[in-house]
Every structure is written in structure tokens, then in C-alpha cells.
């Protein structure tokens, strides 16, 4: 099955820097890799997503660039903010299990802390 | 609001005991998914089911089981419970037609097994 690494397990930044979260899969039949934010004691929701048919996304301060071929995604995160501290999940999806349905598979998570 | 609904909030129980998770998808999702997250760790995939039919399993515990049932609600029966299967189980689910979507987590069920 899918298997997916994340890096690093927990990152702290001061406010107004960047983070890089990076993360690698196994199988290349996944086709799809989203990201989700997860604050202390509440849901995972989806902050963005990729397609293996485009290369980079981006939305206001976050991006996530795809290397298909290196199998890797990363998430971007620019000019970061208090809230945004949580932990976050890369994940990879792809049509395993047959038709009609596909399988998510998340990396262990990276903690990010944003230090005002 | 995710639109997936889990019940209950909280569950503690004594091991040995079996309980069950309840999971009421998006409207209109046919894909039910179940994870389980421990303390400080990740979202471990348990199954997954769509249209009623179990499609995937991840590192299913054999005491642990799920169905959904034709209204598309999903449970998770968890049976010889033991201390380490204190966790956050989550439900989510997703509007899979052939091309992967967003999957849409409910609040989850918190498990104390004492």
C-alpha cells in the first residue's frame, strides 16, 4: 500500500517567516495530495490540495509545489501568524481499492509553533 | 460545520467492554472513512467503506469492525477493549465519483478505555 513520509515532526518559526513542510509517497498511482490543518482537540479540515496534473498551487500565504517524478510535495507557508500554529497533515490518495472509491494516507504530522 | 456527524463526543469504558462509534457522512457522500489517532500521533487508516461495501482496510485491529448500512451511516464496533485503544476516532467522508475529492472529518469520538 501507499506510504507516506513527513518532515519534520515539529517545527517552530518566529512570526513573519516562512515554513516548509515536506513530504514523500511511495506508490505512483497516487494522484491527488492534500493538506489539512489540525488545531489542538478539534478536526483535521483541508487547508489546500494538489493534482499530479499541475506542478504548484497557491492560496493567499500557502502554497504546495509537486515532484511526480521525485515522488515529494511540500507545503509553503509565508509571512506566518500565531493561528497558524497546528499540526499538519500531508496525505496521498489514489484509486487502489478499484472502482469507485480511493484510499487517503497521511503522514504522522508535523507540529508547527509560530513564536509572535 | 463538516456536515459529518459523530456520536458520542466522549466514551469511557473498562476493558474488556465493547462500544460503538456512529458516523452519519455529508449528504450525498458515499465514502465513509475511519481513523484512528492516538495520543500526539498521526491518523492511522482503519477501512473504508463505499456504498455499503467495505473497500479498503488499513491496520484494522481483528476486535475491530464497521459496517455501513443502507442509509450510508457507518459504525465502528470496537470489542475486547484494552488500554491502548484510548483514542480520537474520526470519521470522514468524501463525494468520490471517479475522481478524489476533499474528504470532510466529522469531530470525532474521544475513547477512554480505564
Known amino acids: 500500500g501507499e506510504n507516506v513520509e513527513q518532515h519534520p515532526s515539529t517545527l517552530s518559526v518566529q512570526e513573519g517567516d516562512s515554513a516548509v513542510i515536506k513530504c514523500t509517497y511511495s506508490?505512483?498511482?497516487?494522484?491527488?495530495f492534500p493538506w489539512y490543518k489540525q488545531e489542538l482537540g478539534k478536526r483535521p479540515q483541508l487547508i489546500i490540495d494538489?493534482?499530479?496534473?499541475?506542478g504548484e498551487k497557491k492560496d493567499q500565504r500557502i502554497a504546495v509545489t509537486l515532484n511526480k517524478t521525485a515522488k515529494h510535495f511540500s507545503l509553503h507557508i509565508t509571512e506566518t501568524q500565531p493561528e497558524d500554529s497546528a499540526v499538519y497533515f500531508c496525505?496521498?490518495?489514489?484509486?487502489?481499492?478499484?472502482?469507485?472509491?480511493?484510499?487517503?494516507?497521511f503522514g504522522k504530522g508535523t507540529k508547527l509553533s509560530v513564536i509572535p | 460545520d463538516s456536515g459529518v456527524t459523530q456520536t458520542p463526543k466522549h466514551l469511557i469504558t473498562a476493558t474488556g467492554q465493547r462500544v460503538t462509534l456512529r458516523c452519519s457522512p455529508r449528504?450525498?457522500?458515499?465514502?465513509v472513512y475511519w481513523y484512528q489517532q492516538s495520543l500526539d500521533q498521526g491518523l492511522q487508516f482503519l477501512i473504508q467503506?463505499?456504498?455499503?461495501?467495505?473497500?479498503a482496510k488499513g491496520n484494522i485491529l481483528e476486535r475491530f469492525s464497521a459496517q455501513q448500512f443502507p442509509d450510508l451511516h457507518s459504525e465502528l464496533n470496537l470489542s475486547s477493549l484494552e488500554l491502548g485503544d484510548s483514542a480520537l476516532y474520526f470519521c470522514?467522508?468524501?463525494?468520490?465519483?471517479?475522481?478524489?475529492?476533499?474528504?470532510?472529518f466529522g469531530q470525532g469520538t474521544r475513547l477512554t478505555v480505564v
Open positions: 467503506y463505499y456504498n455499503g461495501e467495505e473497500r
Open positions: 449528504s450525498g457522500d458515499l465514502s
Open positions: 506508490d505512483s498511482a497516487s494522484n491527488y
Open positions: 470522514a467522508s468524501s463525494d468520490y465519483r471517479g475522481v478524489n475529492t476533499e474528504a470532510f
Open positions: 496525505a496521498a490518495s489514489g484509486v487502489y481499492s478499484g472502482a469507485g472509491s480511493y484510499q487517503l494516507t
Open positions: 494538489i493534482r499530479s496534473n499541475v
